[in-house]
């Protein structure tokens, strides 16, 4: 059917000259294709310590699947400003922060507009960009990653968007104030700040501008990665075109809840976020003495592998450990990123590092 | 900010000249505000006998809030395969219907493309349409709501696709074979079957050819709406460009286990079906005593209100029932829409509905 796929569109014909996401393997299919019995999956940044008990309390009592969700989400609203500080009206809830970037999307990015996206960064960012036919415009961070401001040169009268991960997934770091404020202040494109993972970061700023989005999720920190709950906080003028574009329903009333309990148990987050962040700091001081790491303001680690960083991944996985290779990453070359897991879990993960160098080491030839 | 919205884009600037997603009243807002101790809602076609118990059962033991999903969706995607007879490989999962229907405006749509839409018809078509800067093409339908040969007429070279509800919401007619046939094969643009009430229909065909999609979902005979799962069997040469635009975990790990579940009981969905069909014979019946109301082959009903339908909808509510006012349908002029509930409900309906034209036909100086 050439005639038809060649006529479809747009998209069909240039746009998706790419794979979508590609998911890790599973804990299930590593340890039946390496006859393991144990194996970790630190390939997601997931929090491993779960969910508030509190949130999975909720679950026990929900009956109502069969009623539609109510789409204003007040009470998950009323919440998120309590715990933001943010102002009510300007906060909207997405299927993740990704569903609330995908939104923005359909809002602003027609074929030509350009994108600008300091690499490397999350790959997400680039499939939207190419699926919206929009134009990638890629700046290199700096030496440790951050921004710099040359990236304001980037910037033209065609940007309509710039994404700021912040701390960046996969390197771990935060971004200067100072740099953020420059950009903002240098254009009138929508400076969109990815904060999935602040709750993590040793400090935080807040510009709040007429051009500028911060969005965030229940996904890490508060462990609730499977129900997808984004929210962010816009300029107040963008609010009509967002409710215009967002799908009607992007959470359902569980979600809702669960979020609302995970608010209510706001310690049980901290402790995870306090643990996690204790064991990234011995994590990193045990990394360092086998390769070069990156310091972390996430609940991961990136490391430079040396060699090629699909043969140290597929390396840890014969040995139970599941990580995310970096090789898709653009601006990666040698990279991994591991997630900070329970002790237990990070031990594996040092042991099997340590193993694979020192077989690397032993069996120069081999590799 | 003037300069700001103005320049954000496309959209901004002339797509999103409309409203979004406008929900109907919630049950407790009518309650408080005329003061009512028993309202029904008939107004969202859920059903109202909930979902399967199996279903529910499943969310008491769900602890895995942290983990993401498996997006392959492997398990599912084989109990639809055998529920529909489709083949596994074309069927994708979706966050409802609406998710897949907007992952395929992603890929097809552009700025001036062709939708043509059968007028009246589910809003969230226009929605879409609008926010991709498609052009709409509506077509009027035929005297029985029924699509008629005519519509190849509306359309050109320049349509992607074509939107197709059968059966028909808010109308509840179902479409000639023949009919949807003739369009497939008068073009190459995509023909979008959404069979989103197709378990209440009577009778029902399967058109497999390579511009055709058909899309389905759980939310209406299976009871899932809150947590909104769609599915549809697409045309194999579609299949990578779907992947590469959809959204990486589109449903929870949650709505998979409970979509399954549900599946597995599948004479809780066949019961729950028996038993609206039989009260939607009833309600039609008591109906036309009444009012100008058309046969439905779906799980709501569809009828004239002679005056205006807000008033109509309005003095509903007074009374304690919810229903859907279509003045807001593209091709409705005074219609309105009414779930089929459960018999009390019914019973309740058709009590106020009688009082309403009562009341009408005793004060007529009163509308």
């Known amino acids: 059917m050439e005639g038809l796929e060649d006529r479809s569109s747009k998209m069909i ?10 998911p890790g393997k599973s804990i299930d299919e590593v340890k039946k294709k390496y006859g393991l019995k144990r194996v970790v999956k630190l390939a997601s940044n997931e929090n491993p310590y779960g969910a508030s008990p509190k949130a999975i309390e909720i679950l026990k009592n929900f009956k109502d699947l069969h009623l539609y969700p109510d789409p204003s989400y007040e009470e998950l609203k009323q919440r998120i400003s309590e715990y933001t500080g943010w102002e009510f009206e300007r906060i909207v809830i997405g299927a993740g922060s990704d569903g609330i970037l995908e939104t923005l999307f359909r809002i602003l990015i027609e074929r030509g507009d350009e994108v600008v996206i300091p690499i490397p960064t999350f790959p997400y960012y680039h499939t939207l960009t190419r699926i919206s036919c929009g134009r990638e415009v890629l700046v290199k961070r700096g030496r440790d990653f951050r ?12 940007t309509k968007l710039i994404l700021i991960c912040n701390p960046n ?15 903002v202040e240098s254009t009138k494109a929508i400076v969109f700040i990815d904060e999935a993972y602040i709750e993590f970061a040793d400090s935080r700023f807040d510009i709040d501008e007429e051009n500028v989005i911060i969005a965030r999720t229940f996904s890490k920190a508060f462990g609730l990665a499977n129900l997808r709950i984004g929210y962010a906080r816009l300029p107040s003028w963008l609010i009509k075109y967002y409710k215009a574009a967002s799908t009607p329903f992007p959470i359902s009333t569980i979600a809702e809840k669960v979020a609302i309990a995970s608010l209510e148990d706001i310690n049980w987050m901290k402790s995870c976020v306090k643990k996690i962040k204790s064991e990234r700091e011995r994590l990193y001081k045990e990394m360092s003495k086998i390769v070069k790491v990156y310091p972390s303001q996430a609940n991961f680690l990136f490391f430079e592998t040396g060699i090629d960083s699909s043969l140290v991944t597929e390396e840890l996985m014969k040995r139970g450990v599941i990580v995310r290779d970096c090789k898709n990453f653009i601006g990666c070359k040698n ?5 900070v897991g329970k002790p237990e879990d990070n031990d594996l993960f040092l042991e099997c590092l340590r193993d694979v160098y020192d077989s690397i080491d032993g069996n120069s030839g081999m590799w």
Chains 1, 2 share one sequence.
């Open 13 to 22: 014909r240039d746009c998706i000259q790419f794979q979508g996401y590609i």
């Open 147 to 158: 921004i710099e401001s040359d990236i304001t040169n980037a910037i033209t009268e065609k």
């Open 169 to 183: 997934n996969p390197t771990g770091n935060d971004e200067r104030e100072e740099t953020i404020r420059e950009i």
């Open 335 to 339: 990279n991994i990123r591991v997630s």
